[in-house]
């Protein structure tokens, strides 16, 4: 049974960093893709980044350049490192890891961007 785990939110003030974690487990994953997304509050669920197994990584316009997902050396875990957070970052974050015909999702973490 695959489980989609993730860690690390928090309340951060405007221009920190927080790193989100996200653990896949009951599964084999090194060739799949792996991804974040984030809903605001009052706001559909909307994509934040995405790697694939080759490490290739694609990002919405409003995180480019402050934003880094990774993969973990297991390949069954994936990273986002955020910094320069600004309010508008502040929502529920949401690990997607698409495997078979499925479509996992984790439970989420909230990030919170406040001064």
């Known amino acids: 049974q695959v489980q989609i785990v993730e860690s690390g939110g928090g309340t951060v003030q405007p221009g920190g960093s927080l790193r989100l974690s996200c653990a896949a487990s009951?599964?084999?994953?090194?060739?799949?893709?792996m991804g974040w997304y984030r809903q605001a509050p009052g706001k559909q669920r909307e994509f934040v980044a995405v790697?694939?197994?080759?490490?290739?990584?694609n990002y919405a316009d409003s995180v480019k350049g402050r934003f880094t997902i990774s993969r973990g050396n297991a390949r069954n875990t994936v990273y986002l490192q955020m910094d320069s957070l600004k309010p508008e970052d502040t929502g529920v974050y949401f690990c997607?890891?698409?495997?078979?015909?499925?479509?996992?999702w984790g439970q989420g973490t909230q990030v919170t961007v406040s001064s």
């Open positions: 997607n890891v698409p495997y078979g015909l499925m479509n996992y």
């Open positions: 009951g599964g084999l994953f090194a060739t799949y893709t």
């Open positions: 790697v694939d197994s080759g490490a290739r990584s």
